[in-house]
């Protein structure tokens, strides 16, 4: 059998902990990006549009269609004050109609992707609410509607296939399963290994459903899993190639990596972190490798690497990197930040275009770290 590549650990509540089922050869099937989000059709009901909103009605009406940007709906309680926000982005206005319940007031259709920030699904007014003031991004008043409806557009969800494990050597309580021709396999967890057999990531959990007697060698199977988790996103795979042979011990391989491997690259690096190792002492200087931050993902990776070493993490995001200066991650304040080739980051920072929410840009990273009382040294 070549080199295992996967493990697969039992998952069943009553069964003894990292239980091994099978060592696997490969895997199919198993990455899986989430689809872009998808654009709907809504109809803001009983609407008296203002401002931005009633020109893009009118350019709707003579050209068809007219894009509006993002839309907020201010939820509102029964004394019509703010209960929550919920947000359409990208919204493009396609017409409109009397409203059947007012006829002073306007049905308006509108197409718009719903925002991955949004509080939940679905907006929900509370009993005796008005409806829902709305905005433009800027908080400016666009009018207010009493009701958003979602039409549905009667396209089939996606189905994924189901995940293929291969090679596979069963062991323990899957082996004497298939010995016995039971049916209910039982529930699984798929883990990634590097080259010495030690974990790099958990992949995905679910159910394993069939198998057929494997191709790749006598008394091996391939197994099907029906995942109930989130498949590892396709960079997950250049990523672990990457940390095959454990932790990083070179620096800088994070660079290698697109946007969307910097960010599993960080979910690794999190992963591994050691979390009972003391704090460096305070007073201590570390060395910001700038010359491949083009992106916030990227210097997220550079600091993580600057304060732990290759591989480490000290925060995936502002919030986290906040949590991090408190200690107990591998710093201790107050220390010094040497930041070479900053003009990378200064140059490329906070310009990607973003319909929600716009990156971070160089000056606003370099605040919160002297805020913070870093001392920071641009190189």
């Known amino acids: 059998m070549r080199r295992p590549k996967y493990a697969l650990v039992a998952y069943d509540v009553d069964a003894e902990d990292d239980e091994i089922w099978a060592l696997c050869a490969d895997a199919e099937n198993l990455f899986g990006d989430p689809p872009p989000p ?75 992707r719903e925002s991955p920030h949004n509080p939940y699904d679905y907006p929900q007014c509370p009993p005796l609410s008005p409806g829902y003031r709305l905005l433009g991004p800027e908080d400016e008043p666009w009018g207010a509607c009493r009701d958003l409806a979602y039409v549905q557009d009667g396209r089939p969800d996606l189905v994924e296939p189901s995940v293929r494990l291969l090679g596979c050597a069963p062991r323990g309580a899957l082996r004497t399963a298939l010995d016995t021709g039971e049916e209910d396999l039982g529930h699984a967890k798929l883990i990634r290994l590097d080259t010495s057999g030690c974990t790099v990531q958990s992949a995905v959990e679910g159910e394993l459903v069939a198998w ?43 660079a290698q990596c697109g946007v969307e491997g910097r960010r599993h690259w960080l979910s690794m690096a999190l992963d591994h972190h050691e979390a009972d190792k003391p704090d460096a002492e305070p007073g201590g200087t570390y060395h910001l490798e700038g010359r491949h931050i083009t992106d916030d ?67 606003e990273l370099l605040e919160v770290l002297v805020d913070k009382g870093i001392d920071v040294r641009l190189v």
Do not use: M
């Open 38 to 112: 998808a654009r709907g059709t809504y109809e803001l009901i009983g609407c008296a549009p203002e401002g931005e909103l009633n020109k893009a009605l009118t350019r709707a009406r003579a050209d068809g269609s007219a894009p509006l940007g993002s839309l907020v709906l201010e939820i509102l309680d029964k004394e019509g004050e703010r209960v929550e926000e919920w947000f359409l982005e990208d919204v493009r206005v396609l017409g409109d109609r009397p409203c059947a319940r007012d006829l002073s007031l306007r049905d308006i259709t509108v197409e718009a």
């Open 212 to 254: 057929i007697p494997s191709a790749r060698g006598r008394g091996l199977v391939d197994l099907t899993l029906e995942p109930w988790s989130e498949r590892p996103p396709t960079a997950a795979e250049q990523v672990w190639e990457l940390w095959d042979d454990g932790r990083p011990a070179a620096p800088g391989l994070w």
């Open 297 to 363: 993902q990227g210097f997220f990776c550079a600091i993580g690497e600057a304060v732990n070493g290759p591989g480490g993490y000290f925060g995936w995001g502002i919030d986290a990197l906040t949590d991090c200066l408190r200690g107990r991650w591998g710093a201790a304040r107050p220390f010094t930040l040497v930041w070479h080739d900053a003009e990378v980051a200064r140059t490329c920072l906070g310009l990607v275009p973003r319909t929600d929410r716009r990156p971070w840009t160089f000056e």
